[in-house]
T-cell receptor
Framework: SAVISQKPSRDICQRGTSLTIQCQVD?????MFWYRQQPGQSLTLIAT?????????ESGFVIDKFPISRPNLTFSTLTVSNMSPEDSSIYLC???????????FGQGTRLTVV | DQQVKQNSPSLSVQEGRISILNCDYT??????FLWYKKYPAEGPTFLIS?????DKNEDGRFTVFLNKSAKHLSLHIVPSQPGDSAVYFC???????????FGQGTRLTINP
């Protein structure tokens, strides 16, 4: 298993601003992912955070809106840029070790944009 | 295109009885399936998984059944306990990738 710490746990932000969410893992992990859960919806994958290279984004998500960093095997950040109320969601960091094994999730960051 | 579907948004079960949560998928490339439980203000917690080479996996009170021909899986919880009240998500992945496709979730309520 892995212990995943996300910061902040929640925030209320003004539209047009940006928020950076941090994800710290207690051990080195192969895979790190960022998901979004909009109100009343399922979890949707935003991107795979690649160590030392650009993140791989899913359809509908772009680097300019959701820049991601992963400087090492235990840490990643997701920035939500130029926020609008539609960005109000829970953002979750997830990590995995081996193929066809479970992925673990942080507690999430609840973002409200006003 | 909802590749993983949980058609029941909610389910209410009496304590001690069996809870059955269902999940359907459309992508035949999916070969690994997982169930997660989520409490409010927490991240999803892994419950149980199953590979497509199996049709059943059991862990304590939790059993997952996979019917590949029907592209259907189910999670059985027996006996159900009040602490099982949560939102349950079905998820799937393919070809060893750990990025997951989630269903919409089912809110399970266990009544005393």
């Amino acid at each position: 298993s892995a212990v995943i710490s996300q910061k902040p746990s929640r925030d209320i932000c003004q539209r047009g601003t940006s928020l950076t969410i941090q994800c710290q893992v207690d051990s080195q992990v192969t895979m790190m992912f960022w998901y979004r859960q909009q109100p009343g919806q399922s979890l949707t994958l935003i991107a795979t955070a690649n160590q030392g290279s650009e993140a791989t984004y899913e359809s509908g998500f772009v680097i300019d809106k959701f820049p991601i960093s992963r400087p090492n095997l235990t840490f990643s950040t997701l920035t939500v840029s130029n926020m609008s109320p539609e960005d109000s969601s829970i953002y979750l960091c997830s990590v995995g070790h081996l193929p066809n094994t479970e992925a673990f999730f942080g507690q999430g960051t609840r973002l409200t944009v006003v | 295109d909802q590749q993983v579907k949980q058609n029941s948004p909610s389910l209410s079960v009496q304590e001690g009885r069996i809870s059955i949560l269902n999940c359907d998928y459309t992508n035949s490339m999916f070969d690994y399936f997982l169930w997660y439980k989520k409490y409010p203000a927490e991240g999803p917690t892994f419950l149980i998984s199953i590979s497509s080479i199996k049709d059943k996996n059991e862990d304590g009170r939790f059993t997952v059944f996979l019917n590949k021909s029907a592209k259907h899986l189910s999670l059985h919880i027996v006996p159900s306990q009040p602490g099982d009240s949560a939102v349950y998500f079905c998820a799937a992945s393919s070809q060893g990738a750990q990025k997951l496709v989630f269903g919409q979730g089912t809110r399970l309520t266990i009544n005393p």
